[in-house]
């Protein structure tokens, strides 16, 4: 079994198992009331929309605190600056040796799980769903108008990947069957940050590519995200393991964070931010 569909089956035994963490300071109702240290957090950007909506939601119920979010960091540099005190939370979605990390005094919080979808350019695609064989073909350059898929219009079909090395792709590659030895065509723009992504999906009419749940939803509509053989990405299918593209949000702290950080993460944990994260496309831990 490879890494990324052990990690899914872990993934499922454990939703089953759990249905039921620019400068800040926090004021802590559970302490003395004295002022807080700012939460410097920055990691995966895959997991920074996600993370953005959390802390736009927690300043608006604390407005005197404040969350500054750095550019995106990888995988080794991100705990790299965790440990040198350089951040407060690192944010990733997979790659961690939790084990490891908690022998360092590290602690690994599986905040959520996002489908990763296939997502399209809402005004200019009509279409609601692929099956996976016709998402193939697209991806692989075979079907290249959005005609052939009975879409409607003679549209070009403009194919949007992310590296092979990201989480989303890696994704891709394991739970559909017909794309784990796809060979993308070389006319499909490649992007490099999650950012880019959205922007390319859009802004580009035609345009097909990976994404996250999160980023869809966020755009208001401009997204669609696809079904896939039917099957939509969403909470229940996810849960029942009928949808199979999820990757997970992780957030990674010092043992004992201090008092700023922990409030946070007990915003994260509550019903509010459970909302937040459901409301942004993920599925609350």
Do not use: K
Request: charged share 20%.
């Amino acid at each position: 079994m490879g890494m990324v569909a052990f990690a899914r089956a872990a993934l499922l035994v454990a939703l089953v198992i759990t249905t039921a963490c620019d400068d800040t300071s926090v004021r802590d109702d559970s302490s003395s009331g004295d002022a807080l240290a700012p939460v410097h957090i920055d990691g995966s950007n895959g997991v920074m929309p996600l993370m953005r909506a959390i802390a736009d939601a927690y300043l608006a119920d604390n407005p005197d605190a404040s969350v500054t979010f750095g550019n995106g960091l990888g995988s080794r540099t991100r705990i790299d600056s965790l440990r040198a005190g350089r951040m407060d939370i690192a944010i990733a979605s997979h790659g961690l040796d939790t084990a490891a990390l908690r022998v360092e005094g590290l602690i690994v919080h599986r905040i959520a799980v996002t489908p990763v979808v296939i997502g399209v350019h809402a005004a200019s695609v009509s279409l609601s769903g692929l099956a996976t064989g016709q998402l193939c073909d697209v991806l692989a350059g075979r079907t290249t108008s959005w005609r052939q898929l009975d879409d409607g219009r003679d549209l070009p079909i403009a194919v949007v990947v992310r590296p092979e090395s990201e989480v989303d792709m890696e994704v891709l590659r394991a739970e559909v069957p017909c794309a784990a030895e796809l060979v993308v065509s070389p006319g499909a723009q490649i992007v490099e940050e999650t950012g880019d992504m959205e922007r390319a999906l859009v802004n580009t009419e035609g345009a097909i590519g990976i994404t996250t749940a999160t980023v869809a939803q966020q755009s208001e509509g401009a997204i669609r995200a696809m079904t896939l053989d039917g099957i939509a990405p969403n909470e229940a299918a996810v849960r029942s393991g009928e949808y199979g593209l999820v990757r997970s949000a992780y957030l990674v702290t010092r043992a004992d964070p201090g008092n700023a950080v922990n409030a946070f993460l007990r915003f994260i944990a509550s019903e509010r931010g459970r909302q937040v994260m459901m409301e942004n496309g993920a599925i609350a831990r």
